[in-house]
């Protein structure tokens, strides 16, 4: 799978900034985080478990919070060959 990204950046009033956190936290809840900007998208879809930083700094002019949530893709069971059956038919299969 290739390496997809978009960035969104730019000035947002503080109800447009809130607006697009919950957006975010609604998706979040949902299991899937679509982006859309112009004509390009991204689908996500995080897992159960994350990995979650969160910093905040302030500076004399400045007041930053970053959020970065990160995951590693897992191959759904879909993707994976699956076999269920008893070892013994295993080995009755290999014998024919």
């Known amino acids: 799978m290739g390496k997809d990204k978009l960035k969104i950046e730019g000035m947002v009033s503080l109800n447009q900034a809130i607006t697009r956190i919950e957006e975010l936290l609604d ?3 949902n299991g899937a985080i679509h982006f859309q900007f112009g004509d390009e998208s991204l689908t996500l879809n995080p897992p159960d ?10 500076k004399k002019k400045e007041q930053k919070i970053s959020l970065e949530l990160s995951w590693e893709c897992q191959e759904s069971v879909n993707e994976k060959e699956v076999k269920i059956g008893s070892p013994e038919a295993s080995q009755d ?3 024919k």
């Open 27 to 29: 998706s979040l809840r």
């Open 49 to 58: 478990v994350l990995d979650l930083e969160l910093k905040a700094s302030k």
């Open 93 to 95: 299969d290999s014998e």
